[in-house]
């Protein structure tokens, strides 16, 4: 089992910043993947950025440039920088880990507004 506790998120006008964390916990494997994926009301859940315990990382297309995805393979941690906010980024942010299987975070508030 893998706990996942998200923090960050909030409110804030568009061109703003907001940082997430999400710490895991429990059996830890090696060369896992964690990120976050988003979901607007009406939307499915979607990528946003990952990256593996290597450092390769994944982007969607529509945060390219704006958002830094880093993790802490000490701290098991994950950390999520966005910049140049639009009102399009807002959605509950999910953290994820993926190992011997995928396991999600509780979900944080993320709204933009213009």
């Known amino acids: 089992q893998v706990q996942l506790v998200e923090s960050g998120g909030g409110l804030v006008q568009a061109g703003g910043s907001l940082s997430l964390s999400c710490a895991a916990s429990?059996?830890?494997?090696?060369?896992?993947?964690m990120g976050w994926y988003r979901q607007a009301p009406g939307n499915q859940r979607e990528l946003v950025a990952i990256i593996a315990s290597g450092g390769t990382t994944t982007y969607a297309d529509s945060v390219k440039g704006r958002f830094t995805i880093s993790r802490d393979n000490a701290k098991h941690t994950v950390y999520l920088q966005m910049n140049s906010l639009k009102p399009e980024d807002t959605a509950v942010y999910y953290c994820t880990f993926r190992g011997l299987r995928t396991y999600w975070g509780q979900g944080t508030q993320v709204t933009v507004s213009s």
């Open positions: 429990g059996i830890i494997v090696s060369g896992n993947v």
